[in-house]
């Protein structure tokens, strides 16, 4: 019995293959007899494709990097802010400004974990002078806005360096009363050590300690004026390192196009064209088929 089901199922596998080596075998004669259909639909979607990339003009990337007005240590402001302002006001502002219509395709973007901005325009070569005006009145217009910040966050830090000027000037005036105090002290001991009076040392220890008193001023005064000269020094640099808005260089094309290639559209124009044409003829052969049917029935 069990033989006998064995048997029985090796047929139906049999018959299972030869029933799908024929169906491939009249797929095969299906494409043979629609290769007309086939040809014309593939030929159709090449002529579409080839039409499509002589319509389409080659376009390119310019970008723009803008290094951000920047203080010692941070930015002037966050450039998640900066960017949006660009998105939402700046680039429309200056593109209806510009009247610019043919680079719409206008965008700003900041690369994950730096500090600048990158603007970028996709245009034809022949709106490469049309991009630069843009992005060069985009970043002028960047850099008089944050020149405000600039001025609110050295505006402090002018006043208080003008104040330490001042402390250096009343110093500089102290120590120099100071260094001529020292040197009347100075004439006023070897005068007094020279003359015959008889209470000279009264007079000599008198001058000594007023010098030692002159001398721990002037230290004190030229201490002082140290450390407000060193102060100086670090808000002029903190004054220097307000750096505003820059772009070494202004609407770099890039070297290759943007987009499908030529070669890609018309390979992708081959490979579409004969799907579709395996869909047409198969669907031809099935409404030959369907018409047949309906003929051998009435």
């Known amino acids: ?78 450039v998640a802010a900066i960017q949006a302002e660009l998105k939402e006001s700046y680039i429309p502002r200056m593109i209806a400004a510009e009247n610019r219509t043919e680079v719409l395709e206008s965008d700003v973007k900041n690369p994950r974990g730096s500090q600048v901005l990158v603007l970028t325009s996709l245009g034809r070569s ?39 000027e001042a402390r250096v000037k009343v110093d500089t005036q102290r120590i120099n009363k100071l260094k001529q105090s020292e ?10 050590e020279s003359s015959p009076v008889s209470s000279k040392e009264v ?6 300690q007023a010098a030692s008193l002159n001398l721990r001023a002037l230290m004190d005064a030229e201490h002082t004026i140290t450390d407000h000269q060193l102060a100086l020094n670090d808000l002029k640099s903190k004054i220097d390192m307000v750096q505003p808005a820059t772009a070494d260089r202004i609407a770099v094309r890039s070297l290759k196009p943007v987009g499908i290639g030529t070669g890609a559209m018309v390979l992708l124009s081959v490979v579409v064209g004969l799907f579709l044409g395996v869909l047409a003829a198969f669907f031809q052969e099935f409404i030959a088929k369907v018409s047949r049917s309906r003929s051998v029935i009435e």
């Open 1 to 78: 019995m069990e033989k006998g089901s064995c048997v029985e199922v090796s047929k139906v596998d049999k018959e299972l293959i030869d029933a799908d080596e024929i169906s491939l075998m009249e797929l095969w004669a299906v494409l043979l007899r629609r290769w007309k259909t086939m040809a014309t639909v593939s030929a159709l979607c090449l002529l579409i494709g080839i039409a499509a990339v002589l319509s389409t003009s080659t376009k390119f990337l310019f970008s723009t990097t803008i290094e951000l007005a920047r203080t010692s240590s941070q930015l002037i402001k966050p």
């Open 126 to 164: 022949a709106d490469e002078d049309a991009i630069r005006t843009l992005h060069r009145s985009i970043l002028d217009l960047l850099i008089k806005d944050q020149a405000v910040l600039i001025e609110e966050v050295k505006a402090p830090l002018r006043k208080e360096y003008s104040l330490l």
């Open 183 to 192: 040197v009347r002290l100075e004439k006023a001991l070897t005068a007094i």
């Open 203 to 208: 007079a000599v220890a008198s001058i000594l």
